[in-house]
């Protein structure tokens, strides 16, 4: 019985497995092909300065006009392309075209905004990271200080000579660090000490659940209070409620960001909101 049972477990299992497989493989081509084809844009999400309500920063996601589905959300499609190693161009063309972006905001006479990107650890262990970064503000003119580099715990975990050496290369650039979704993976509170990390990214799940669960009120409360002390900045994410804003500069984060100010937007509608007064804009910047 087992063994028939296993059969036809086996011979149920196989199409489906075949279909995955196949599925995978198309997204994969498709993807290629979208790289050549231009199909992926950037959409901006405002990060603004609590205490002053200015807008401070812009934090770039990828997003995919796909000809038949419409626009997809990361989610769908960057483990993809991190398992078939297309994460590697697609880094590169998100940092070329939010770099020239935010260049293109300053020519037009916009008070300069760091532009935040996310990386994923594959990009870190790629060879010429550093050396494309380097290159790309070179070629678009963006001011080092202006881009901030968005990575997970994960990159961090990996304790090795080699992940030193890249954080100190973009630090001594001039380039800022910051950890995104802070809390949410293997925490180790070493690297902090051990890594020239600027920011701390508290991550939305903690932010949502702030005004029901007094628990996760006081983990945003203590990962607030280990950026006061650390001298590292902190953003919350996924600020959607006006309560959420309140309890949040009274416990002191630095910046946050989420629906409440504004979604993420295309370039040419971030510009109006600036532009419009909707989102205000600092004279100088608020940051260290
Ligand atoms: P993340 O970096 O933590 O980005 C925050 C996500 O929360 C974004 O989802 C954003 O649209 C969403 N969000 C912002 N405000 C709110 C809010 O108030 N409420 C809720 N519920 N959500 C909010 P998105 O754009 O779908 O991106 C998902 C993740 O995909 C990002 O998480 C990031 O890890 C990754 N990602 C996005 N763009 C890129 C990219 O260019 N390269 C790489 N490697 N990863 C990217
Ligand atoms: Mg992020
Ligand atoms: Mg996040
Ligand atoms: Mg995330």
């Known amino acids: 019985y087992a063994k028939e049972n296993g059969r036809n477990a086996y011979k149920f299992f196989e199409p489906e497995m075949n279909a995955r497989v196949v599925r995978r493989q198309s997204i994969e081509t498709e993807l290629r092909r979208a790289l050549e084809r231009q199909e992926f844009v950037l959409h901006y999400q405002p990060v603004i300065h609590l205490l002053s309500g200015k807008t401070v920063g812009v934090e770039a996601l ?3 006009q796909h000809p038949e589905h419409g626009i997809l959300l990361p989610d769908e499609f960057v483990p993809i392309a991190e398992e078939c190693g297309l994460i590697l161009p ?26 935040a990107i996310n990386t994923s650890a594959f990009e870190f262990r790629g ?18 200080h202006l881009l901030e580099l968005e990575m997970t715990e994960t990159v961090l975990m990996s304790d090795s000579a080699s992940t030193n050496s890249v954080l100190n290369a973009l630090v001594d650039m001039g380039i800022k660090l910051a950890i995104d979704d802070f809390g949410t993976g293997y925490s180790s509170l070493t690297y902090l000490r051990q890594y020239p990390v600027d920011a701390l990214k508290i991550d939305q ?37 006006a309560e959420q804003h309140a309890l949040l500069l009274a416990l002191h984060c630095d910046e946050g960001q989420g629906y409440y100010f504004s979604p993420p937007v295309p370039a040419g509608e971030f510009a109006a909101l600036l532009q419009s007064g909707i989102l205000p804009l600092s004279e100088h910047q608020h940051r260290s």
């Open 62 to 64: 990828i997003r995919w």
């Open 90 to 115: 697609m880094g590169r063309w998100v940092l070329r075209e939010a770099c020239s972006q935010a260049q293109t905001w300053i020519q037009a006479g916009i008070p300069p905004l760091t532009v």
């Open 127 to 144: 060879k010429n990271f550093v050396e494309n970064i380097r290159a790309t503000l070179a070629e678009t003119g963006l001011a080092p």
């Open 205 to 241: 799940s903690f932010v949502r659940q702030m005004t029901s669960s007094t628990d996760s009120t006081s983990i945003v409360d203590a990962v607030i209070n280990l950026g006061i002390n650390l001298k590292k900045r902190t953003v919350a994410e996924g600020i959607e409620t």
